[in-house]
């Protein structure tokens, strides 16, 4: 038998940076992260737009996923641990 390997990578560039509206984003794109996939999402720590981080935050933990922060705290890459 051969285990199935998912590739897929999904970009989250939030048009709308309030909580509500990523939060609503993120949880319908939670498939591709359960096949394996990768979320990356733009504008994870902007000091005008505090409800994409929330979001982001509230949903790596209530799904147990793995976020990891990179290019100064801008994006937040979001997979399985």
Known sequence: ????????????????????????????????????GTILCDDYNLTYAPGVKKAIDEFCLNNNFKCTILEFDRFAKIKKE
């Open 1 to 36: 038998t051969s285990s199935e390997h998912c590739d897929t990578f999904f970009r989250l560039c939030p048009t709308f940076r309030d909580y509500k509206t990523v939060k609503n984003d993120l949880n319908c794109c939670s498939e591709v992260i359960n096949n394996n």
